[in-house]
């Protein structure tokens, strides 16, 4: 069997059911589960152990091959580091104080600019066209969630993953015939695909829109849009022994936990088992007990860990076994919130182990395995940090902050293994923690922030400034790996801005009367209530209005000709729109399709977008497919900072070792410029350039 079927395998025996209906950041994600066989295990550890062995020697002649491919380089090595959301205000505030020396060092050594982000700034489109050195319209990734055109619910913009098509069945038991499909949903080529093209390694770690991971010479591991094994994007659990207490959360699932002599007892919840009809979610028993010190120890899957009062387990391997020698396999972590009155237990969502990895997460596939043995489990998930889990107040911000910077340190050492191990070629890393961070600490910046509301207001005021110091001594340490030959790119795909008030479109779209239902609004999620045959416009997403198209939307009433007029309509009236609030105006622009985007799947895009004003942004009813009473709303949940907003007033920032001969320089203009640098001729396509002078 090769790696390539081994694969496909993994992926395909449980594939077999329908998507399921999962939720996290803002909507539904691909349902799906996943396989593996004692046979696949085996083989896979070996793959493991042979990419150990042959290290030295792959790593020389890649040596040998780089030396060649590099005689037109102006540089040897090219570190580009991202932190997601590092706005440039605050950090101008911080370098005026004196409190960020390595970025002002690094600014004095170069240069420090603004970033242009993309149109939307969010964090998939921004990276994608970081990747590509493309616009929007030339690599398709225009948002988290995109209308499905015959169904119109939302779905996930990229790294998508199908079923088989044709299913055996043989009674109860369902058997996959064929490959399941699993696609990435960008366009266009990554600058490292490039330079790999061109002889020349690179080393990207955990750059958003990267799954399902694409072939080239290199190493990659996979970041947003990785699923987690139940197939959601992220969805935590909830124990309690409460029998009063039964919750129904964004991003997450109650399970009740059953009082068992001095101790409980309950289940781990998992994949569906799609080898049998109606199969269910297959489930791992534990049982929580005294320990003889007297504190509470976990037994599950035939293991005991320490569960200590607010903190957390380490990674707990759980196999899910859909039958006999059928186990697919995951990690998650266990943090103890309550031992009385009420045992109350909180575990994260369940990740793809990465020692043995149930999907290709990584290039090659056995690269996860390798970090996985050389510096532990780590977190996989697409959106590892668990901002549902707090929005919901499952989870505090103490346990919040602890688990974000629990897994930073795990991408810092994958990070400085990277740079090590790559002296000449490309290393690119991006940090999540700037970007999760500053959304839910964000309302310590404002004391007036209707998201402070019943909540801690002074504990942790100072967390957004001691992330940007971390981040600083993190810079510091980059610069220390960097010799005369090494350029230094630090950037950050877009700023950060408060949420205050949250702006439900559709329900505008509804009163204005391009929108209508079937009867009054009722609060039903994903469109339920929408009369299509009458809808001439929907939103769908964090910012995107779409036209109820002939010939393109299954049910469509707008005719082509008629688009143009309706687009200007909408605009005119929506950039009027005033907050009852405070007579201030919610959008700053709305922007047409083909006055912002270019390219092949300009047809796939938006066909208008909303710029809201700086402190508005999608309503969390809009981003659901609900139809709200009210058009604003205040936005009370701890996700308090955001970055879906006009795209000028929420810039990036880019610093580098090296002058530059611009003011100002694009998102899609870094890959061209480290083509450049290697000496690559940058594509026709890309609407980038080099913005690092020859000399």
């Known amino acids: ?122 964090s998939p489109v921004a990276w994608s066209s970081f990747q590509t050195g493309c616009n929007p319209g030339k690599h398709r990734v225009y948002d988290f969630l995109v209308p499905n055109r015959k169904s119109y619910l939302p779905e996930i913009s990229s790294g998508k993953v199908s079923a088989p098509e044709r299913v055996l069945r043989l009674g109860p038991i369902r058997l996959p015939i064929g490959r399941p499909a699993i696609d990435l949903g960008r366009g266009s080529q990554s600058f490292w695909k490039i330079l790999g093209d061109h002889g020349i390694f690179s080393s990207i770690l955990r750059v958003p829109v990267t799954f399902p991971p694409e072939k080239f010479n290199g190493t990659l591991l996979s970041a947003m849009m990785v699923p987690d094994l139940k197939g959601s994007q992220g969805t935590f659990t909830y124990f309690s022994s409460n029998p009063d207490e039964a919750s129904s959360f964004t991003g997450g699932q109650f399970i009740p936990i059953e009082t068992n002599g001095s101790g409980y007892r309950s289940y781990v919840s998992g994949p569906e088992n799609s080898l049998r009809e109606n199969g269910g979610d297959i489930r791992i028993p534990f049982q929580v007990r005294p320990s003889k010190h007297g504190d509470l120890e976990m037994r599950i899957g035939g293991e005991t860990y320490a569960l200590p009062l607010r903190d957390y387990t380490p990674w707990v391997p759980l196999h899910f076994r859909a039958g006999p020698g059928v186990a697919a396999s995951g990690i998650a972590r266990f943090y103890l919130l309550e031992r009385a009155p009420h045992f109350r237990l909180y575990m994260t969502p369940i990740h793809i182990d990465p020692d043995k990895p149930a999907l290709p997460i990584s290039h090659p596939f056995s690269y996860a395995m390798y970090l996985a043995k050389t510096q532990g489990r780590f977190a996989t998930l697409g959106v590892a940090e668990d901002t549902w889990a707090l929005n919901e107040r499952v989870i505090d911000e103490e346990a919040f902050l602890k688990q974000t910077y629990d897994i930073h340190q795990e991408r810092e050492k994958m990070y400085f293994d990277a740079i090590e191990k790559t002296p000449r070629g490309a290393v690119v890393c991006v940090f999540d923690i700037t970007d999760r961070l500053q959304h839910m600490f964000f309302r310590y910046l404002e004391d007036d922030h209707p998201a402070n509301h019943d909540k801690d207001v002074t504990l942790h005021r100072d967390a957004v400034r001691k992330l940007y110091l971390e981040m600083d001594d993190l810079v510091g340490r980059t610069m220390d790996e960097a010799d005369d030959d090494t350029v230094v790119m630090v950037m950050s795909d877009h700023g950060f801005k408060p949420f205050r008030r949250g702006v439900n479109t559709n329900t505008w779209l509804y009163e204005n009367g391009y929108l209508h239902l079937k009867g009054k609004p009722t609060g039903a999620q994903w469109f339920e209530d929408i009369d299509w045959s009458q809808t001439r416009a929907f939103a769908v997403g964090l910012g995107g209005i779409y036209l109820n198209l002939e010939g393109r939307e299954a049910r469509g009433i707008v005719a082509p000709a008629d688009a143009a007029a309706l687009k200007s309509e909408i605009k005119d ?32 895009s938006p066909d208008l977008l909303v710029g809201f004003s700086v402190g508005y942004r999608v309503s969390w009813d809009c981003a659901k497919g609900v139809i709200s009473p009210e058009i604003f709303e205040d936005n009370t949940r701890s996700w308090s900072g955001d970055h879906c907003m006009n795209p000028p007033d929420v810039p990036g920032i880019f610093f580098t070792n090296r002058a530059i001969d611009v003011d100002e320089i694009d998102i899609m203009d870094i890959g061209p410029t480290v083509l450049d640098l290697f000496g690559v001729p940058v594509p026709a396509h890309c609407d980038g350039r080099s913005v690092m002078p020859a000399s």
Do not use: C
Not at 36 to 47: A, D, G, K, R, W
Not at 575 to 601: C, F, H, M, R, W
């Open 573 to 604: 009236r929506l950039e009027a729109l005033k907050d009852p609030q405070n007579n201030e105006s919610a959008i700053a622009s709305v922007y047409v399709d083909d006055t912002i985007y270019s390219g092949p799947y300009v047809n796939e």
């Open 1 to 122: 069997m090769t790696a390539t079927h081994q694969r496909y395998l993994r992926a395909a025996i449980l594939l077999a059911a329908l998507p399921l209906p999962a939720f996290a950041y803002i909507g539904p994600g691909a349902g799906f589960a996943f396989v593996s066989s004692f046979l696949i295990l085996l083989s896979t550890f070996f793959v493991a152990f042979f990419v150990l062995l042959t290290w030295p020697v792959r790593r020389l002649v890649r040596f040998l091959r780089n030396r060649k491919a590099l005689r037109s380089s102006r540089v040897k090595r090219v570190i580009v580091l991202g932190l997601d959301g590092q706005d440039p205000e605050l950090t101008d505030q911080f370098l005026a104080e004196g409190v960020l020396p390595n970025f002002a060092r690094l600014k004095e050594q170069g240069a420090y600019v603004r970033l242009r982000t993309t149109y939307p700034a969010e």
